[in-house]
């Protein structure tokens, strides 16, 4: 299994909800990332997680909380977006190790978030 | 300053015929990893091809090569025998260390269209 799926596709929210992106894998993947892109730009990191642990944060606003609760799942919790953090928020999974730059990541289908 | 550039935002070539996607890169690292994926207009990452700063041959994966040219930091993606399935944009990234993991950096893109 080389699928990382990640809920909801699609997803519509007010600036004063809370929403959380979900992100799966099975492929016994210990690094898990977040990504967001904005239309026609390519992919900018978020947050890397290395066995549960949060090992880069890329100076993401606080109103991105991520949580990684097994080595399986990771969630991206959303509360007071700006209509600016409509996006396509990407997950991805690798292997890590001493050959941690040859580990091509694994992309999951992404959520189209907007914000009303 | 940029790490990875792509100069051609679009790129055009008929059906059965070969094509070279350009990708240049900045790094003070010996050792770093270089990445090309496809992304379709369903907005997933596919992961392509990978060369190691360290490969004395180019990488080769089915119809993709990647044409390595360390010394003019340079990693250009060449398609062979195009398929309408080819178009889609494509993705040049850059893996290095970070304290924490590992960062991958994407180039701009360039989007390819085959024509029939």
């Known amino acids: 299994d080389t699928e990382v799926t990640q809920t909801p596709k699609h997803l519509v929210m007010g600036m004063t909800n809370k929403k959380s992106l979900k992100c799966e894998q099975h492929m016994g993947h210990r690094a898990m990332y977040w990504y967001k892109q904005k239309a026609k730009k390519p992919p900018e990191l978020m947050f890397v997680y290395s066995y549960e642990k949060l090992s880069i944060n890329e100076s993401v606003p606080s109103r991105f909380s991520p949580e990684c609760p097994n080595s399986s799942l990771l969630n991206l919790h959303l509360h007071a977006l700006q209509p600016e953090d409509s996006a396509l928020y990407l997950c991805a999974s690798s292997q890590v190790g001493g050959a941690g730059l040859a580990y091509e990541q694994y992309f999951g289908p992404g959520t189209r978030l907007t914000v009303t | 300053a940029q790490k990875i550039t792509q100069t051609q935002p679009g790129m055009f070539v008929q059906e059965k015929e070969a094509v070279t996607l350009d990708c240049t890169y900045d790094t003070s690292d010996p050792s770093y990893g270089l990445f090309w994926y496809k992304q379709p207009s369903s907005g997933e990452m596919i992961f392509l091809i990978y060369q190691g700063s360290y490969d004395q041959q180019n990488a080769t994966e089915g119809r993709y090569s990647l044409n390595f040219q360390k010394a003019r930091k340079s990693a250009n993606l060449v398609i062979s025998a195009s398929q309408l399935g080819d178009s889609a944009m494509y993705f040049c990234?850059?893996?290095?260390?970070?304290?924490?993991?590992?960062?991958?950096?994407f180039g701009a893109g360039t989007r390819l269209f085959v024509k029939a």
């Open positions: 990234a850059m893996r290095e260390p970070l304290t924490g993991g590992f960062k991958t950096i």
